[in-house]
């Protein structure tokens, strides 16, 4: 117990001294006019209060990854906690919030524009298909964790196919409509919900004094198949240390930020927030089921692809009862939806700043939009297991591309681009050695493949310092 709130507390105050680091690299503008009271157009472009915008980025970055990755990461033992605390304050925090602020510079341009300006035309037409691609993928990712987490919370007659309905027309919704129509009005409710869930698991833990691993325990590999912590582990456990995802929903919080001060706030203390949902869902599986040892044999006695939604489920309503169960799996529910509806949102943003096409008209969305449901569509006929660990790779191949770019852009503002840097070299490595490793990629032998991922890593930064002169 005493590790895990070692760890909470270390992301609080990773918070506020790293994250007003990240700040003074970055240097803010106070007396700058934002994009949102630049350009207002009542559609993507909309001033909130900062509190909302936060909520939001909040919601939106925090989909399944926190939940589920952390839930198949803990396996690997403690090494996952100290992956989520030091990833999140200085890879993660980092990213999202350098990213952020970028967009904010650049009139909310999106996360492909971004990585284009820096580094080039070339990289920016393979950004715009990459993200497209990764949004389209976490939309279909997201219709179908909520879905199966709804049919248990409903009768029979109300199975999976229909809730995935249910939830693909709100997606559709969400989409096409002004910001603060929907999304603006709707993640208020979906906030009580997650915040309900963090704060009721674990308070749960602490009065069930439930047993959770500590760091005197020692870093070793538990994994029962004994997959490598490296990378294995890093791509696992992804959306509570750092995502590429996250990049791409910056943008649209970046078209509603009121003043570059509230981006700390909003972009690394979302990053944060995401972190400490993370370590509770971490916590809360191991110490669960009585260790990370029985965690395992559990997943194993499941046997089939829904075993977090299922873990998810048994805690929930084992812990907090009936009521308490429910809500806690509402918030958990709520954090996929509000990330695969603004996912297809940005998919859309994406294309129309490639074709230059005004947003403002409902018939223009539709031109951009229905192509993209009707693609998300197809994938989701995909097997779920397949789809997920094509999304986990991708999502932290766009953070090495969104890293590179911010550490370009640092280096020609004449500002300490160390900070990103190292990130970027660590997730180059990571990304790298796991798709020549797994089973998805190249499969090939973990030593071949660790040494070509640090090969990698070193090539990248010659090319970057290289091109710096």
């Excluded at 284009?116 to 976490?138: A, D, E, P, T």
């Excluded at 870093?219 to 240390?241: D, E, R, T, W, Y």
Aim: hydrophobic share 55%; glycine share 10%.
């Amino acid at each position: 117990m005493y590790s895990f709130l070692l760890s909470i507390v270390a992301l609080i105050v990773g918070y506020f001294i790293y994250g007003k680091i990240t700040e003074k690299v970055f240097g803010i503008d106070t007396n700058r006019i934002t994009p949102a009271l630049a350009n207002p157009d009542g559609v993507d472009y909309v001033a909130m209060p900062w509190w909302r915008v936060f909520l939001i980025q909040f919601l939106n970055i925090a989909g399944l990854g926190p939940i589920f990755g952390a839930i198949m990461g803990v396996m690997f033992g403690s090494a996952s906690f100290l992956w989520i605390v030091l990833g999140t304050i200085f890879a993660g925090g980092v990213h999202d919030y350098l990213s952020g602020m970028m967009s904010v510079r650049a009139n909310g341009a999106s996360q492909s524009e971004l990585v284009g300006m820096h580094m080039g035309n070339g990289v920016k037409q393979f950004m715009r298909g990459f993200s497209l691609i990764l949004m389209v993928l976490v939309g279909a990712v997201f219709v179908s964790g909520p879905a199966g987490l709804l049919a248990k919370l409903t009768p029979d007659t109300i199975n999976v196919t229909w809730w995935a309905i249910i939830v693909f027309t709100y997606y559709i919704l969400a989409t096409l409509l002004p910001i603060d129509q929907i999304i603006g009005k709707i993640y208020p409710v979906f906030g009580f919900a997650l915040l309900f869930m963090a704060v009721g698991i674990m308070g749960a833990m602490i009065v069930n004094k439930a047993p959770i691993p500590e760091f005197t325990e020692g870093f070793a590999n538990l994994h029962p198949s004994k997959l490598p912590i490296f990378p294995i582990m890093f791509v696992s456990i992804a959306c509570g240390a750092i995502s590429g995802f996250h990049a791409t929903q910056s943008p649209l919080m970046a078209r509603c930020i009121e003043n570059e001060k509230l981006g700390r706030r909003v972009f690394y203390g979302s990053m944060v927030a995401e972190g400490i949902v993370a370590l509770i869902w971490a916590a809360a599986a191991s110490s669960f089921y009585g260790s990370i040892q029985g965690l395992q044999e559990h997943v194993a006695s499941l046997g089939n692809i829904n075993a977090p939604a299922q873990i998810v489920d048994q805690i929930s309503k084992s812990w907090l009862g009936p009521v308490g169960g429910v809500l806690a799996l509402l918030g958990v529910i709520a954090a996929p939806l509000t990330s695969g509806d603004t996912a297809l949102r940005s998919a859309r943003l994406i294309a129309a700043d490639f074709l230059k096409f005004d947003q403002k008209p409902m018939s223009k969305r539709l031109i951009i939009s229905i192509p993209l449901f009707v693609l998300t569509f197809l994938i989701l006929q995909m097997d779920f297991n397949i789809l997920w660990r094509y999304f986990a790779w991708c999502n932290q191949t766009l953070a090495v591309f969104t890293l590179w770019a911010i550490t370009i852009y640092l280096s020609k503002e004449k500002r300490f681009y160390g900070i990103s840097l190292l990130p970027a070299m660590f997730m180059t490595a990571v990304t790298t050695s796991y798709i020549l490793m797994a089973p998805e990629g190249f499969h090939l032998s973990e030593m071949v493949s660790i040494i070509s991922g640090i090969v990698m890593a070193i090539a990248a930064f010659g090319y970057f310092m290289i091109k710096r002169k």
